[in-house]
């Protein structure tokens, strides 16, 4: 018997609160970019229809018919900056960027292929993700999604520690935290048809397959949702996580 197919999202009405950033968005992508814009796409809440005006990141993933210019990059950043400032119904503005190229190389098939199916909405433009049949869970996903984990972790550990706004130390430790939790599933049994959707299904399906771990995710997970440590101890937690991510058994 094969494995259940993944969910995809829902083609549900956007949250109204919503809609004036997403079009406000796509209206100052196509000025800068022009024609170079291949597609747009949703994820997160926003794209599920779960957001929470005030408090919910705006997650998008941008699509280019070829690699942008640093000066094209620069402008995207600070697009971010001030479509955040200007929307209270947003907490932040982030887009992820790729190439249409690198969407449909084979090589991406786990990554690009099973992102743009499984959990982008599209909003402009052709929608790649129609180009890849439904995805099963597997370790090949896992693997493919953050196999990249120990470098972004250290990343934030290390911006962690440089000088910031208690509120920019807050968010990125609720960013690191949820990498690290969605991170455990590489370690998922090769078997398990079985595939975590929420931080909280994560944490459990770790713990059910390596015990141990619940010597720490139980930390992380509340620093997913409301962190209150110091720097010096969150940056302990985070590299005794990442060592034991590393170990050979559990």
């Not at 969910?7 to 809609?19: G, M």
């Not at 280019?64 to 907490?91: G, I, M, N, Y």
């Not at 078997?191 to 770790?206: G, H, I, K, Q, R």
Request: net charge negative; with cysteine; hydrophobic share 40%.
């Amino acid at each position: 018997m094969s494995s259940p197919a993944l969910p995809t999202i829902a083609p549900t009405p956007l949250q109204v609160e919503f809609q004036p950033v997403v079009d406000e968005l796509c209206r100052a992508l196509e000025r800068i970019l022009g024609d170079a814009v291949d597609s747009l796409y949703l994820y997160g809440s926003v794209a599920r229809g779960t957001a929470t005006v005030g408090s919910s990141d705006l997650d998008l993933c941008l699509i280019t018919r070829h690699p942008l210019s640093l000066a094209q990059t620069e402008q995207l950043a600070d697009l971010c900056t001030t479509t955040a400032a200007r929307h209270f119904s947003v907490s932040k503005v982030d887009i992820d960027c790729g190439t249409r190229a690198e969407v449909l190389a084979e090589k991406n098939h786990y990554s690009w292929g099973y992102w743009l199916k499984h959990h982008c909405r599209c909003i402009k433009g052709e929608d790649l993700g129609e180009r890849f049949p439904l995805f099963s869970p597997s370790r090949e996903i896992a693997i493919a999604v953050n196999g990249d984990y120990l470098a972004v972790l250290k990343g934030y550990q290390h911006r962690l520690q440089e000088t910031a706004p208690e509120s920019q130390i807050r968010r990125l430790q609720k960013e690191a935290s949820r990498k690290l939790i969605r991170a455990t599933n590489i370690l998922r049994p090769a078997a398990s048809d079985y595939w975590p959707n929420t931080l909280e299904e994560y944490v459990n399906f770790a713990v059910e397959h390596h015990p141990s771990a619940a010597g720490f995710l139980p930390f992380f997970l509340q620093h997913a949702h409301t962190p209150t440590a110091s720097v010096t101890e969150f940056c302990e937690q985070l590299e005794a996580a990442m060592q034991w991510m590393q170990q050979p058994t559990h």
